[in-house]
């Protein structure tokens, strides 16, 4: 009898330790919760977090586990998926073996490095700071061949997927890559072809976007510079103007506005400014590089403000074309 009831106990001590093991899930009542391992994070802090969070009820049959599966010592650090249903088992193989979630970061309208890093400190690991010392590092600059001002140009606005632990180095590296599939030989060959290199394109493009949402006008005004270019005439690009005074959109520019000291003024300055104004999308880049082949100098957003532009090829074609633009804005009374 005696040993029935050992026996009885034994199974019965087993069978517990079973279902804390292999079939205890978290106590949360989300469908799952995301856990995140700092780097250089302790076994205890882990624990104290899969506490916190509901994943973990019994801390000591969690510690014995990840003992016998030598967990302790072999934290990972990362951004983890925790589902609710997961045994502890299951949590415990899925932490050892680094089995991180990735995290989706997006991308666009961005003007500067600064806003650049302040997106992906909120969304990564690593703080903006870090983000923003290793864009102006000169080594890691060096190795793109850009400089401060035409770093910008190595992003391409898009969606994807990161670790969370991803540093700043890894960053710049995986935009460099995507930097490199982007600019095939086909594209530097067009962008070559225009007299341009990938981060003079970028710089075109930049104010092409900035110019235009139409994206069917895109090509023309990128036509427009070119031939701009092509004679030595000064691009006069308002956008650049709103850049370097600092302006974040104004609908109006004035002349007083042509006058500030900048090399970012394309109405004082002849030839391309120091690096994009923006970071342009890729379509504004292919934009540039598909550019139309036409006899225009001169374009001015239509009076109706549809967002499309008037194209001229004479300066007396282009002031009536201003003219009817800038009636248009005092009659709206928009006068900046």
Same mark, same amino acid.
């Given at each position: /009898?005696?040993?029935?009831?050992?026996?009885?106990?034994?199974?019965?001590?087993?069978?517990?330790?079973?279902?804390?093991?292999?079939?205890?899930?978290?106590?949360? +009542?989300?469908? +799952?919760?995301v856990?995140?391992i700092? =780097?250089?994070a302790?076994?205890a $802090?882990?624990?104290?977090?899969?506490?916190? /969070?509901?994943?973990?009820?019994?801390?000591?049959?969690?510690?014995?586990?990840?003992?016998?599966?030598?967990?302790?010592?072999?934290?990972?650090?990362?951004?983890?998926?925790?589902?609710?249903? #997961?045994?502890?088992?299951?949590?415990?193989? /899925?932490?050892?073996?680094?089995e991180?979630?990735?995290v989706?970061?997006?991308f666009?309208?961005?003007?500067?490095?600064?806003?650049?890093?302040g997106?992906?400190?909120?969304?990564l690991?690593? %703080?903006?700071?870090a983000?923003?010392?290793a864009?102006?590092?000169?080594?890691?600059?060096?190795?793109?061949?850009?400089?401060?001002?035409t770093?910008?140009?190595?992003?391409?606005?898009?969606?994807?997927?990161?670790?969370?632990?991803?540093? *700043?180095?890894q &960053?710049?590296?995986? /935009?460099?890559?995507?930097?490199d599939?982007?600019?095939?030989?086909?594209?530097?060959?067009?962008?070559?072809?225009?007299g341009? +290199?990938p981060?003079?394109?970028?710089?075109?493009a930049?104010i092409?976007?900035?110019?235009? @949402?139409? $994206? %069917?006008?895109?090509?023309?005004?990128?036509?427009?510079?070119?031939?701009?270019?092509?004679?030595? $005439?000064?691009?006069?690009?308002?956008?650049? #103007?709103?850049?370097?005074?600092?302006?974040?959109?104004?609908?109006?520019?004035?002349?007083?506005?042509?006058? @500030?000291?900048?090399p970012?003024? =394309?109405?004082?300055?002849a030839?391309?400014p *120091?690096?994009?104004?923006? $970071?342009?999308?890729?379509?504004?880049? %292919?934009a540039?590089?598909?550019?139309?082949?036409?006899?225009?100098l001169?374009?001015?957003?239509?009076?109706? #403000? +549809?967002?499309y532009?008037? &194209?001229?090829?004479?300066?007396?074609?282009?002031?009536?074309?201003?003219?009817?633009?800038?009636?248009?804005?005092?009659?709206?009374?928009?006068?900046?």
């Amino acid at each position: /009898m005696a040993a029935l009831v050992l026996l009885i106990a034994g199974l019965l001590a087993a069978g517990y330790a079973y279902n804390r093991l292999f079939k205890q899930s978290p106590r949360f +009542s989300d469908e +799952s919760r995301v856990l995140l391992i700092p =780097t250089g994070a302790s076994f205890a $802090m882990v624990l104290d977090s899969l506490v916190a /969070m509901d994943a973990v009820s019994d801390p000591r049959a969690f510690r014995l586990l990840c003992e016998r599966k030598k967990y302790v010592d072999r934290i990972k650090p990362g951004r983890y998926r925790v589902k609710r249903g #997961l045994s502890l088992n299951a949590l415990v193989n /899925m932490l050892r073996a680094g089995e991180q979630e990735p995290v989706r970061v997006t991308f666009a309208n961005v003007e500067h490095l600064q806003e650049l890093a302040g997106r992906l400190g909120r969304v990564l690991e690593p %703080d903006s700071v870090a983000f923003l010392k290793a864009f102006f590092d000169p080594e890691q600059q060096a190795e793109c061949e850009l400089d401060d001002a035409t770093m910008i140009s190595l992003f391409l606005p898009n969606t994807y997927e990161l670790w969370w632990t991803t540093t *700043p180095g890894q &960053f710049i590296a995986r /935009m460099r890559r995507e930097h490199d599939v982007f600019w095939s030989e086909e594209r530097r060959h067009a962008a070559s072809g225009k007299g341009l +290199s990938p981060a003079e394109a970028a710089t075109l493009a930049s104010i092409v976007q900035a110019e235009t @949402v139409r $994206m %069917d006008d895109a090509p023309v005004i990128a036509g427009v510079y070119l031939n701009r270019l092509r004679i030595g $005439m000064p691009l006069q690009a308002d956008p650049t #103007l709103t850049f370097a005074l600092g302006l974040d959109s104004v609908r109006r520019v004035l002349d007083r506005d042509k006058l @500030v000291d900048s090399p970012y003024n =394309t109405y004082r300055n002849a030839g391309l400014p *120091p690096g994009p104004i923006n $970071m342009p999308e890729p379509r504004f880049i %292919d934009a540039v590089l598909s550019a139309h082949k036409h006899e225009y100098l001169y374009f001015c957003a239509r009076a109706d #403000l +549809s967002g499309y532009s008037d &194209f001229a090829r004479t300066y007396e074609q282009h002031l009536v074309n201003a003219r009817r633009y800038q009636r248009a804005l005092n009659q709206r009374k928009i006068y900046r």
